[in-house]
């Protein structure tokens, strides 16, 4: 089984999205295994994004990551990555496609509701970034019994 970070940003805590967002994961029968709200520090959106750091844009990131608490959590399933990001869909929710979290909730670019891991390497990267306690939960649910 593969685990997946997510965050769900600032604007899904303001807008009350946070139930109908972890509904989209649960309704595919995804298995939540952490889950935390957390106050993004400076230092941790610096690392986060350090790959946009050098774009005009990156203020904006940063005033709107530490606007409000993301929730934090770790997602698992067989090919839980590509299928999250598929939930998810592009950066920009005008290119979404309809029926997509960031078609459904989000408004524009700078607002997009959620992260999502990207790859397997950057999902260890990320999930021991925001788990450094490593807390995981272990717990089987019936339907792991299909998983392969
Ligand atoms: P993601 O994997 O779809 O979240 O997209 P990226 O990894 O390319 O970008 C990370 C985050 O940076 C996005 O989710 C946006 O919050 C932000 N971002 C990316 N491109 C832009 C942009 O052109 N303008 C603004 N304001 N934010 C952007």
């Known amino acids: 089984m593969e685990t997946t970070l997510i965050l769900l940003k600032p604007d899904t805590v303001q807008r009350w ?12 029968g ?3 295994i952490w889950m935390k709200m957390m106050n993004l520090s400076e230092e941790i959106i610096n690392e986060h994004y350090d790959f946009l750091a ?6 904006k990131i940063k005033s709107y990551m530490t606007s ?9 399933w067989t090919n839980v990555i590509k299928t999250v990001r598929i939930l998810t ?4 929710p005008a290119e979404a ?3 997509s979290i960031r078609w459904d909730f989000a408004l524009t670019i700078d607002w997009n509701v ?3 891991s990207d790859s397997e390497e950057t999902a260890q990267i990320e999930l021991k970034r925001f788990f450094k ?9 019936i339907s792991d019994e299909t998983v392969g």
């Open 89 to 92: 869909w592009a950066t920009n």
């Open 68 to 76: 409000a608490p993301v929730v934090a959590m770790a997602v698992s």
């Open 114 to 116: 959620i992260h999502a």
């Open 17 to 28: 999205l946070i139930g109908q967002i972890i509904s989209r994961f649960e309704n595919k």
């Open 54 to 59: 050098d774009k005009p844009f990156f203020p």
């Open 30 to 32: 995804l298995k939540i």
């Open 133 to 141: 306690e490593w807390e995981i939960t272990n717990y089987t649910k």
């Open 97 to 99: 496609l309809p029926g």
